[in-house]
């Protein structure tokens, strides 16, 4: 399963798994997004419309797919939001939760789901692979949402590599810094800029998607008795390293 697999990050990890000759299950919330990436396809899939964030919706997606494929190998917990950017001081709660709830709660429910699955089926196991990104170590202004949530996937993903360790679940977490996607089309080239910690704005380089799909298909490649428990790929020139 793909969350999020109606755009972005989503979209070109399910084409390239497809082509790796993965049984794909498109998740999201828009049919129409996930049915015009299905037909981009190569091999089978399905799609279900699922809100990651929305209570018990995960766990009877993931026990109801589980009962009828059989098994599930592979979750890349990918859904996820930025939300609207504020200082500290104007963040408002609503804003804050939406974050938090997608991002955050969402990937503990779908790893969750993916997690009870892996254990039960014979044999046991199965790989969970949670979309992090570089500001898992390093802020952006006015994101501190988004900042908090992917420091916290981080303890996730290490929680569910500790107690994936007896049922041959592994977990690991990809970090990524500017993926040319929709949710950083504003930074890029020839863009106004992200915002800098100097308050200034500049553009900034950023790396072609179907690169963090390559890694995506690397990570999910290998043996169950072999992890990446964490990798970071990035635009090279990118402010990350350093002092900006």
Known sequence: MVTG???????AAAIALSEHGYYLVLAGRTRSNLQAVQRTLVGPSEIVELDVAAPAAAGKVFAELAGRLG????LINNAGTFGTPAPVDEMLESSWREVIDTNLTGAFLCAQGAFTAMKSQ????????NIG????????????????SKHA???LTKSLSLEGRDYSIACGQLDIGNAATALLA???????????????????????????????????????STNIATMTIMATA???VGRG
């Open 5 to 11: 697999a109606g755009s972005g990050i989503g979209e």
């Open 71 to 74: 098994r599930i190998d592979l």
């Open 122 to 129: 014979q044999p046991q196991g199965g790989r969970i692979i």
């Open 133 to 148: 990104s570089v500001s898992a170590h390093t802020p952006r202004p006015h994101a501190i949402a988004y900042t908090a």
């Open 153 to 155: 996937i981080t303890g």
């Open 186 to 224: 504003g930074i890029g080239p020839g863009t106004h800029g992200a915002l800098q910690a100097d308050g200034a704005r500049r553009p900034e380089p950023t790396m072609n998607v179907q690169e963090v799909a390559t890694a995506i298909v690397a990570m999910a490649a290998l043996p169950l």
């Open 238 to 240: 990118m402010p990350y």
